[in-house]
């Protein structure tokens, strides 16, 4: 981490932030804060170069052609593969997610290059649109309760040799392929399909990230009473029949 304070860098606000995930870098920075932790959050955009001594990274959804766009200055600006590089957290959601992987259609049906820091290929799906609740059961390696979500993507993603599952689907179709997997993550790079925003129905997640830019096991506590009620509320919601 760096000296001073916890560096949350948000990536691409103006064309990555669809369904709400900017919530995810709210919530990553309130639960830092309710720990005393002091949080310099930075507001990427487009236009702007990547910092690379960040400590978390969140990057959201978007639409075709604004995921090429991010994909095309992330390659040409370099800043988040050196983060990685360095051993920064890095979350993602859907289209965030397909640009980490080695590559992915984009809005002209062309095979876009990623950034290759998870090792997943997506493609896009033939079939039904994957759109509903999601529910699933996270790593057990990482340590957390059920995660509950909403997925909206075409896209079908393929995990590599190296990637591991996020969590295997409980409802919902995750990375599409037929396998029950969701989401992928490579050591401290993560991705998912989950909008929600994941964190604000998952703030376990928020935690994860936060133990590990600090390397520690555990935190203090905090109140999740209104998380808990969210989140009983969509895992309850998606378990009813329609």
Known sequence: MSDSSLRLVWVYPDLLSTYGDQGNALVVER???QRGLDVMRIDVRSD???PTSGDIYLIGGGEDRPQRLAAERLRRDGGLSRAASNGAIIFSVCAGYQILGHEFVNDLGEREPGLGLIDVVSTRGEGARCVGDVLADID??????QLTGFENHQG???????????ARTVFGRGNG???GTEGAYNDTVFGTYMHGPVMARNPQIADLL???ALDVN????TDDRWYEALRAERISAATQPA
């Open 48 to 50: 702007q170069p990547v």
């Open 156 to 166: 079908i993603t393929h995990l590599g040799p190296t990637a591991r599952p996020f």
């Open 140 to 145: 057990p390696q990482l340590g957390l309760p």
């Open 177 to 179: 392929t037929g396998d």
């Open 31 to 33: 639960r830092a804060r």
């Open 218 to 221: 555990a935190l203090p506590p």
């Open 210 to 212: 936060l133990k590990l």
